[in-house]
């Protein structure tokens, strides 16, 4: 498997930006795809975008067109991350960054992201 480390979240104004980071370590050639999920209060944890080994994006309608999301591959450890745009009110979330490959999946600790109006 891999160890997620993410980071980058914080406090931001609404319509303002932040960028997500997540730093995946060990197992990474098994790595198909990496994904960025939050999760708010009360509510279910949600997909929010997935970047497969060959660089295909898929993103939630909700957050199409204000987030993207990246990878790149470094030697010995891979890149993850999501730059968030023309945030909102209800972006605010804890996001998780978490990679799939056939075998397992991992999930990375988790970082708070919030918008004030």
């Known amino acids: 498997q891999v160890q997620l480390v993410e980071s980058g979240g914080g406090l931001v ?7 997500l980071s997540c730093a995946a370590s060990g197992s990474i050639f098994s790595i198909n795809a990496m994904n960025w999920f939050r999760q708010a ?5 949600e997909l929010v975008a997935t970047i497969t080994s060959g660089g295909n994006t898929a993103y939630a309608d909700s957050v199409k067109g204000r987030f993207t999301i990246s990878r790149d591959n470094a030697k010995n450890t891979v890149y993850l991350s ?27 600790q988790g970082t708070q992201v919030t918008v004030s109006s």
């Open 82 to 108: 999501l730059q968030m745009n023309s945030l909102k009110p209800e972006d605010t979330a804890v996001y998780y960054c978490s990679a799939d490959a056939l075998a397992w999946s991992s999930w990375g």
């Open 13 to 19: 104004q609404a319509g303002g930006s932040l960028r």
């Open 41 to 45: 209060p009360g509510k279910q944890r």
